[in-house]
């Protein structure tokens, strides 16, 4: 296997080979805005944009935002649709609460009525003794 150094060696033209520089260059060592690509060969670094650049950033962005936007109210009607069945369901509850409420009142009522006929009657109906006549005002 080929030693670091080795495989930096380029051979000339005329076949001898030469070391590469002790220091490697990288892209961003050398000082001012001119910079080494991989390739090998140095471009300018720009500082600003190209109008270019800015207007396709600025189309990526839009079309970014604009399906953001569109899955945020696909988002929104699904918790609409969600919040609408929700009511549903718990108004179709209320109601059949509301039923049993009624019909629980009125079997307390009737069973009211019966406790108040049932300790009337053994007041007055079936006792002989005196003080339940005395009491009713029938003497």
Same mark, same amino acid.
């Given at each position: #296997?080929?030693?670091?150094?080795? !495989? =930096? &060696?380029?051979?000339? !033209? ?5 070391? +590469?520089?002790? +220091?490697? &260059? ?18 300018? &670094? ?5 109008? +270019?650049?800015?207007?396709? =950033? ?6 970014? @935002? =604009? ?13 609409? *649709? ?5 009511? !549903? ?13 009624? *019909? ?5 009522? #009737?069973?009211?009525? !019966?406790?108040? @006929?049932? *300790? +009337? ?10 003080? @339940?006549?005395?009491?009713?005002? *029938?003497?």
């Amino acid at each position: #296997m080929e030693s670091d150094e080795e !495989i =930096r &060696r380029v051979p000339e !033209i005329g076949g001898e080979v030469s070391a +590469a520089p002790a +220091a490697p &260059r990288e892209a961003g060592s050398l000082p001012g805005p001119d910079r080494v690509q991989p390739s090998g060969e140095v471009v300018q &670094r720009k500082r600003g944009r190209s109008p +270019a650049d800015k207007e396709n =950033r600025r189309l990526k962005r839009l079309l970014r @935002n =604009r399906v953001s936007a569109q899955q945020a109210r696909e988002r929104k009607k699904a918790h609409l *649709t969600e919040l609408e069945t929700k009511v !549903i369901d718990l108004e179709k509850k209320n109601s059949e609460l509301e039923e049993r409420l009624s *019909t629980l009142q009125n079997e307390n009522q #009737m069973l009211r009525q !019966i406790v108040k @006929n049932t *300790t +009337a009657s053994r007041r007055g109906g079936s006792g002989t003794s005196t003080s @339940n006549t005395a009491a009713d005002g *029938t003497l």
